[in-house]
């Protein structure tokens, strides 16, 4: 399965942006999707996370409350509406996909899973 990312741009501070990820091929229920973001400088974080059989979330403590993350099943996709943005948001953007739960994403390293290529989210203040 490929995950191709999509979305990305340039914001101001306070407004909104969608991401969305979909996959080419079938993703199992027993997986989570999810998106991690990298700002330059830093590691690679967590953002959220979602059972694509259950629905069932997990969000970083910093987009609780802002982010929310989502199925589309008809495109295959996990979308990730992210509003109130903040200039720490700038960062590029990656999803991905690990077998078990959403949870379980919040400590994936980068040599886990399957990743698709990033997005670059800009926050201007």
């Known amino acids: 399965v490929q995950l191709q990312a999509f979305g990305g741009g340039l914001v101001q501070a306070g407004g909104s942006l969608s991401l969305s990820c979909v996959a080419s091929g079938r993703i199992f229920s027993s997986f989570a999707v999810g998106w991690f973001r990298q700002a330059p400088g830093k590691e690679r974080e967590f953002v959220a996370a979602?059972?694509?059989?259950?629905?069932?979330?997990a969000y970083a403590d910093s987009v609780k409350g802002r982010f929310t993350i989502s199925r589309d099943r008809a495109r295959n996709a996990v979308v990730l509406q992210m509003n109130n943005l903040k200039s720490a948001d700038t960062a590029v953007y990656y999803c991905?996909?690990?077998?078990?739960?959403?949870?379980?994403?919040?400590?994936?390293?980068?040599?886990?899973?399957?990743w698709g290529q990033g997005t670059l989210v800009t926050v201007s203040s």
């Open positions: 979602i059972g694509w059989s259950d629905s069932r979330t």
């Open positions: 991905a996909r690990k077998f078990g739960s959403p949870a379980s994403m919040t400590a994936m390293t980068p040599a886990e899973g399957s």
